[in-house]
C-alpha cells in the first residue's frame, strides 16, 4: 500500500469488525475474570489495520516462510492478537476467547510460542518482544545473505518485515534502549515499531513515572520516527486512514527502522474506565461493559457476539494471504530453479538438519599442551564456520575474551561502520552486541525464533544475571541458543570478586530446560560443541575457563572425552574398577580431582574419578547408565565444583562431602585463591576421608599411628 491514503477504504464493516473486537475483549477477560483489556479496546483499529492490510501472512499457513512476522511485545494484552488470529482465519475458535487464562487452553494469559498457531514469540516480561524483534529482523537480513544476496531490493523471497507492537512498560524497561539502539545502528530497514502511547500503567498516568521524550530518543537513536495523535485538538478521532499512511511510509522506509508513535485512549470507549489504571489489567464489570456495548450500538445482555457479515469480511484476509502465498510461491521457485545448490543448503537449514561429515571437523586437541576451555571454544568455532554457514554469532564487547569470533569471518554490521579491527558488510557473520547483555539474550531468541540460521552469544559468566529473562524465555520456548560464558569461577584471578562467579552455575541449572556445561579440558570442550549442535530443542550454556588447563592424556588411565555427550562418565578408574570413595568435578576442579585420586590411590584407596560437564544430559541417561557412573553401593563420595555446593548435595548423599566456595571470592591470582579457599587436592582427600568414615568404611580414612 502506498502513503497516498486517497485510496485508502475503511468501510462501515472494517469499523463494525473494531467494535467486534472491543466487545470480544471486554467479554474474555470477564469470563476469565483477570486479564487486560483496555490495550485491546484502544488497539483494536490498529491490529485490525495491519492484520488486514499490511502484514504478510496466510492464515492457513502460520509457518509459511515467506511471512512478515508479528511480535506483541506488550503480551499482557494477549487478545490484541488472539483477536486478530481468530478473525483472520487461524485454527482459534470463539471457544477459545471464552477459555482465555484457563487451564489447558489455547489462549494463556501471554502468548506462548509453539503452542498457539500464529504467535511467533513468547512474551510476558515486558521489552523482551521490542529486541525479539529486532532479532529477527537481523536474521532475516542475514539469510537474505546467504541465499540472495544479489537481488534487488524487495524483489527476494527472503525479503519480508518484522512488525511489533509495544507498549509503554516495553518502552521503560531498559532492554528496550539497549535493543533499539542496535537496531538504529545495524540499519534494520525491515523493522516496523508501534508504541503504543496511551499514558496509563498499573499505577495509572505515566506521568508518575515517565517524563521522557519517547520519539526524540527514537529520533536520537537514528530510526525513521511518525506521530499519530487520535486525541489531537481535545476530541478523540480514530484517524486509521492516517495511520494507514504511517503504516506504508515505515514499510517503505528499507534504510533504518521506524517507529510510529500512537497516541490512544485505554480502554475507548469505556464511559467511566477508559483513561484509567483500573481498565489496564482487570475486568470492566458488568455495568461498564453494558454501557460500554451500549455506546458501541451493541446489545448488552449478548456475549461473545460476532455478526456473520463481520466475520465472512475479517476472513477475506485470508484470501488476501494466499494470494501473497502463491506470489511468493513463483518467486521462490524461480530462486531454487536459478541456485540449486543455494537451495539444498535452505533446505538443510531450514530443517536444522547438520550436513554430513560435519562433526569430522572439529579440531583434536593434543595431550600435555595447557590450553583455556574459552580458547578451545575459539578453535571448534573457527573449525565449524566452513560447515555451519547457519552458525553465527559474537559477544557483549568481549570478542578477544569470549573467543567468540570465527576467525576470517567478516562482521555482521553496515558497511558506514567496519572498523580496521573488524571489517564486515551488511550479510556478515560475527555479530558485535556491544556492552548490551540483557538484549543479546533476547536478540538471540529472535535470531533462532525466525528460523533457519542458529545463534551464539558471549560475556563472562557473571554477566549472565543481566541474560536470565532471555535465558528463561529461551528454555521456556525451546530455542537451540547457545551461550559462550567465559570466566566460569574465581580462576578469572584479579579482576575480583564483581566478576567471579559463584551461585551462577547452580542458580543457571535451576533453569528447567537450559543445559549448562561445564567442560574440564580442551577435547570435552570440543564434544560439549558437538553435543550443543546435535540438541535442536533447547538452549545452552557453556562455561568456559579464562586460565588454561592440562589437556588430559586419553585412550589409556584417563577415558575418552566422548563420555562428555553424557553428561557424567568415568574419567578415571578406581584400581581394579572397585571404587571406596568417587570424586565427582567439573570444569578446571577436575585436575584438582585427578590430583587428589593420586595420593588416595597411593595411600590403599581405590578412588575413582567422575568428570560430569553436564548434570542436564547425565539425568537424560538410563538408570542402568547412571548407577554404573555412580554406584549406590559406593556411598563415600566428594564433589568439587568452585562455587556453591547446593545441588551437589543429591549426588553425594548423606555420607557425602562438598569441596566448594560458599562464599564470595577475591582479588588475586588464581592460584593463590584456589589454595587460600581450600580447592586444593589435599582438602579434597580430607574430604574424601570424611565421607569415608561417615560411610561406614571400615579403618577408611583414619591414617595409622607410630605407636611408642
Not at 542475514?142 to 541465499?147: A, N, T
Not at 563472562?460 to 543481566?466: A, H
Request: aromatic share 8%.
Amino acid at each position: 500500500m502506498s502513503g497516498d491514503i486517497s485510496t485508502f477504504e475503511w468501510s462501515d464493516l472494517d469499523r463494525r469488525a473494531v467494535d467486534v473486537i472491543r466487545a470480544l475483549a471486554m467479554d474474555a477477560v470477564e469470563e476469565a475474570g483477570s486479564g487486560h483489556p483496555g490495550t485491546a479496546m484502544s488497539l483494536a483499529p490498529a491490529a485490525y489495520l495491519l492484520f488486514q492490510r499490511f502484514l504478510r501472512h496466510d492464515p492457513t499457513d502460520p509457518d509459511w516462510a515467506g511471512r512478515d512476522r508479528f511480535v506483541l511485545s506488550c503480551g499482557h494484552s494477549s487478545l490484541t492478537l488472539y483477536i486478530q488470529l481468530y478473525l483472520s482465519g487461524y485454527p482459534l475458535t470463539l471457544d477459545d476467547l471464552k477459555s482465555l487464562r484457563k487451564w489447558n487452553s489455547l489462549t494463556p494469559g501471554h502468548p506462548e510460542h509453539g503452542h498457539t498457531a500464529g504467535v511467533e514469540t513468547t512474551t510476558g516480561p515486558l521489552g523482551q518482544g521490542v529486541a525479539n524483534a529486532v532479532g529477527m529482523a537481523m536474521a532475516a537480513r542475514r539469510e537474505r545473505g546467504l541465499f540472495d544476496p544479489d537481488a534487488p531490493q524487495g524483489e527476494s523471497p527472503f525479503d519480508h518485515t518484522v512488525w511489533a507492537f509495544a507498549s509503554d512498560g516495553d518502552i521503560e524497561e531498559g532492554i528496550s534502549h539497549e535493543a533499539s539502539a542496535l537496531a538504529a545502528h545495524q540499519r534494520l530497514g525491515n523493522l516496523v515499531l508501534l508504541y503504543d502511547d496511551n499514558h496509563i500503567s498499573i499505577e495509572d498516568d505515566t506521568a508518575i513515572a515517565l517524563s521522557e521524550d519517547v520519539r526524540a530518543r527514537y529520533e536520537a537513536y537514528g530510526w525513521d520516527v511518525h506521530h499519530v495523535d487520535w486525541t489531537v485538538d481535545g476530541d478523540y478521532v480514530e484517524n486509521v486512514g492516517r495511520l494507514a499512511e504511517a503504516f506504508a511510509a515505515a514499510k517503505a522506509e528499507t534504510a533504518r527502522p521506524s517507529f510510529i508513535a500512537l497516541r490512544t485512549i485505554i480502554g475507548w470507549p469505556a464511559p467511566n474506565k477508559k483513561n484509567t489504571g483500573k481498565i489496564h489489567g482487570s475486568a470492566l464489570g458488568a455495568d461498564e461493559v453494558a454501557a460500554t456495548k451500549r455506546i458501541l450500538g451493541m446489545d448488552p445482555a449478548e456475549t461473545f457476539q460476532v455478526p456473520a457479515d463481520v466475520l465472512a469480511h475479517a476472513r477475506e484476509v485470508s484470501d488476501r494471504g494466499r494470494a501473497l502465498h502463491g506470489e511468493w510461491d513463483e518467486r521462490f521457485a524461480a530462486w531454487r530453479s536459478a541456485d540449486v545448490e543455494r537451495a539444498a543448503e535452505y533446505d538443510r537449514i531450514a530443517a536444522r538438519t547438520l550436513p554430513p561429515g560435519w562433526d569430522g571437523k572439529l579440531p583434536e586437541f593434543a595431550a600435555g599442551k595447557p590450553l583455556a576451555t574459552r580458547a578451545a571454544s575459539g578453535e571448534v568455532l573457527t573449525a565449524l564456520a566452513p560447515v555451519l554457514p547457519e552458525l553465527w554469532g559474537g559477544s557483549a564487547d568481549l570478542a578477544e575474551s569470549n573467543n567468540t569470533t570465527m576467525k576470517g569471518e567478516p562482521s555482521f554490521i553496515p558497511e558506514e561502520f567496519q572498523t580496521k579491527e573488524f571489517p564486515g558488510d551488511r550479510y556478515g557473520r560475527t555479530l558485535h552486541f556491544g556492552v548490551r547483555e540483557h538484549a543479546m539474550g533476547a536478540i538471540c531468541n529472535g535470531i533462532a525464533l525466525h528460523g533457519g540460521t542458529r545463534p551464539y552469544a558471549g560475556t563472562f559468566l557473571i554477566f549472565s544475571d543481566y541474560m536470565r529473562p532471555a535465558v528463561r524465555l529461551a528454555a521456556l520456548m525451546k530455542l537451540p541458543v547457545t551461550y559462550v560464558w567465559t570466566h566460569d569461577s574465581i580462576g578469572l584471578g584479579e579482576d575480583g570478586p564483581t566478576h567471579q562467579p559463584v551461585e551462577h552455575l547452580w542458580a543457571l541449572r535451576a533453569i528447567p530446560g537450559l543445559d549448562v556445561v561445564r567442560p574440564a579440558d580442551a577435547n570435552e570442550t570440543a564434544v560439549a560443541w558437538r553435543t550443543v549442535l546435535e540438541h535442536t530443542d533447547r538452549p545452552a550454556g557453556l562455561a568456559l575457563t579464562r586460565q588454561k588447563l592440562p589437556t588430559l592424556e586419553r585412550g589409556g588411565e584417563f577415558a575418552s572425552a566422548d563420555g562428555a555427550a553424557k553428561g557424567g562418565y568415568v574419567l578415571a578408574d578406581a584400581a581394579g574398577g572397585r571404587p571406596e570413595v568417587i570424586i565427582i568435578a567439573t570444569g578446571s576442579e577436575v585436575q584438582i580431582a585427578l590430583e587428589a585420586r593420586t595420593a588416595l590411590q597411593a595411600e590403599g584407596t581405590p578412588t575413582r574419578v567422575v568428570s560430569m560437564p553436564c548434570v542436564e544430559w547425565f539425568e537424560e541417561q538410563s538408570d542402568a547408565y547412571r548407577q554404573q557412573v555412580l554406584p549406590p553401593g559406593v556411598r563415600a563420595r566428594v564433589s568439587v565444583e568452585a562455587g556453591i555446593a547446593l545441588g551437589w548435595r543429591g549426588y553425594v548423599g548423606d555420607a557425602g562431602e562438598s569441596v566448594s566456595l560458599e562464599h564470595f571470592g577475591a582479588s588475586a591470582d588464581y592460584k593463590t585463591l584456589f589454595e587460600q579457599f581450600g580447592l586444593t587436592s589435599e582438602r579434597v582427600v580430607a574430604a574424601a576421608k570424611a565421607s569415608l568414615i561417615k560411610a561406614g568404611v571400615q579403618d577408611a580414612g583414619r591414617g595409622a599411628t607410630t605407636g611408642n
